[in-house]
């Protein structure tokens, strides 16, 4: 079935430092979603992007869908102490509309 | 808007006994809702994806008569867990699907099951 690997597994940075973490796939999703999951509670959805090439923005967090279809990555500018969590990204094809998750990251950040 | 919710939040039973979870979507209505289990510090696994009147669709190595799914109304999905054991314990997350353009999915709070 389709994987996703997602990377890194977990960041321990300094608060203000900028995170980037990537999703690839061995195959093809319609649809890249990126959420957050805080410890006990369920995934909150961050960005969604629904076509290749396409550049997301939601406040400090850009994201990205893969000009293959196969990748997308998220970065976090000037990272703060409550952007700590499971970051999870998904991919959604057409049939059936389930999500793929991918590992996670771990974000840790430093005050 | 997009609102799900799931109850309880936390439970804990007795080995052998039954836990029926509900998944809400409170502000609309969803024909599609999905059962995700969460182990510690792991991704989700899809378990079943729930249809509103009609059987519910199980992934692989799912148990269907262990995990009951009742999709009864447009705004609830359940799932029970039929005489549960330990190795049942984990963080159950629903989410319901939102019909329009993108289909898009919202997530419930979860919930915790503990099988003494």
């Known amino acids: 079935g389709q994987q996703l690997n997602q990377s890194p597994q977990s960041m321990f940075i300094q608060e203000g430092e900028d995170v980037s973490m990537n999703c690839t796939s061995s195959s093809i999703f319609n649809t890249w979603l990126w959420y957050k999951q805080d410890p006990g509670e369920g995934p909150v959805l961050l960005i969604a992007?629904?076509?290749?090439?396409e550049l997301t923005s939601n406040g400090r967090l850009t994201a990205q869908f893969g000009i293959t279809r196969k990748d997308s990555f998220l970065n976090i500018s000037a990272s703060i102490p409550s952007d700590v969590g499971i970051y999870f990204c998904?991919?959604?094809?057409?049939?059936?509309?389930?999500?793929?998750f991918g590992g996670g990251t771990r974000l840790m950040v430093k005050p | 808007g997009a609102v799900v919710s799931q109850h309880p939040s936390r439970v804990i039973c007795k080995s052998g006994t039954s836990v029926k979870i509900e998944c809400r979507s409170l502000?609309?209505?969803?024909?599609?809702m999905f059962w995700y289990r969460q182990f510690p510090k792991k991704s989700l696994m899809l378990m079943a994806t729930?249809?509103?009147?009609?059987?519910?669709?199980?992934e692989q190595g799912v148990e269907k008569d262990k995990f009951l799914i009742n999709h009864a109304s447009l705004t609830l999905s359940t799932l029970t867990v039929t005489s549960a054991h330990p190795e049942d314990s984990s963080f159950y997350i629903c989410?319901?699907?939102?019909?329009?353009?993108?289909?898009?999915?919202?997530f419930g709070p979860g919930t915790r099951l503990t099988v003494l």
């Open positions: 502000d609309f209505q969803a024909t599609t």
């Open positions: 729930s249809n509103e009147g009609s059987k519910a669709t199980y």
């Open positions: 998904a991919g959604q094809n057409n049939a059936g509309n389930m999500l793929t």
């Open positions: 992007l629904y076509k290749a090439g």
């Open positions: 989410s319901a699907r939102r019909s329009g353009p993108y289909n898009e999915q919202f």
